[in-house]
């Protein structure tokens, strides 16, 4: 069990987090106990699905009732992890995130451990061998020029297989790379833009937009990073994407809140039809004209 205590200003936030069990098999479901406590009032998020649990893949997530007494809250939360990773031992710590009007902090768990149990028997200190006084046949010494066929013909057929397929094998890795830097901004994006919504801050805001902008000009080629907000909307002939982005850029250059999260969510919309229109296009590459 691994308590980590970490101050914020005049508050105290003790956050801690254990596995339910010492040991698991590889894939094994094993719960792991995220808990905070903090002074009643204080705003307190646990992470969600879009955090990224490595080694460990998330199966679940049971949240409980808040109880507070004598002026401090008790938050907890069970979440059902697999492990994968062949290492004898694998760590997770969990964070919390305080909300506060103009800032957001974040108080992680200590490293908790989780050993691998294998299931390989134990092997004994001395060997016992089995006699055994009937003899074996020799195997056959090898025939290298069938070998140096059969190579040959597996070398042939594999590049014919290229050959035909060279097109269709890049367009599907390329399909694939496009697919996770989608999963990764699309995560990204929704993780940021959430404390946005919750804590409108200057640094946070341009964050925001400088990822949005750093996608689109990755599957699209064009300057988005160098053009204004007045710019990508008339490029893309869309009126709304300037009304989008100048909510945001009233945090930045006018230091206003603003309600974000309609805003947010056409940017995003419109990141994930420009992501289906470049996955269109690599499938027109490999299609035979």
């Known amino acids: 069990m691994v308590i980590l205590t970490l101050p914020a200003f005049s508050q105290q936030v003790e956050v801690e987090g ?43 997530k049971k949240t409980f009732i808040s109880s507070t007494q004598e002026g401090t809250t008790l938050d907890s939360a069970v979440y059902f992890l697999s492990n994968f990773s062949l290492e ?25 451990e989780l050993k691998l149990k294998l299931m390989l028997d134990s092997i004994p200190e001395q060997l016992v ?14 025939n290298w020029l069938i070998g140096l066929l059969i190579f040959g013909a597996v ?14 094998i890049k367009a599907f890795l390329k399909a694939k790379r496009e697919k996770l830097r989608w999963m990764q ?28 902008k750093g996608y689109l000009e990755s599957i699209t080629g064009m300057p988005f990073q160098e053009w204004t907000s ?28 603003a309600n974000t999260e309609e805003s947010a969510q056409y940017l995003l919309q419109l990141a994930k ?14 299609t035979p004209a």
């Open 18 to 60: 254990y596995f339910t069990q010492d040991s698991a098999k590889l894939g094994e479901r094993v719960g792991f106990v995220l808990k905070a406590k903090y002074p009643e009032g204080s705003q307190l998020f646990f992470p969600d699905s879009a955090y990224d649990f490595s080694p460990f893949v998330l199966l679940e």
């Open 88 to 112: 004898p031992s694998s760590y997770l710590s969990l964070p919390v995130y305080e909300v506060t009007r103009y800032d957001s902090l974040t108080y992680y768990s200590g490293e908790a």
């Open 129 to 142: 061998f089995k006699e055994n006084n009937v003899y074996q046949p020799l195997e056959k010494s090898f």
């Open 155 to 168: 070398v042939l057929f594999l590049g014919a297989f290229l050959l035909l397929f060279a097109k269709r």
């Open 185 to 212: 901004f699309e995560r990204k994006w929704k993780k940021l833009t959430a404390l946005l919504n919750q804590t409108p801050a200057i640094e946070l805001a341009d964050e925001v937009v400088g990822l949005w």
């Open 230 to 257: 007045s710019e990508i909307a008339q490029e893309l002939g869309d009126p709304q994407i300037l009304k989008a982005l100048r909510s945001i850029d009233m945090i930045i250059y006018a230091g206003k809140e």
């Open 273 to 286: 039809t420009k992501y289906q229109e470049k996955l269109n296009q690599i499938r027109n590459e490999r």
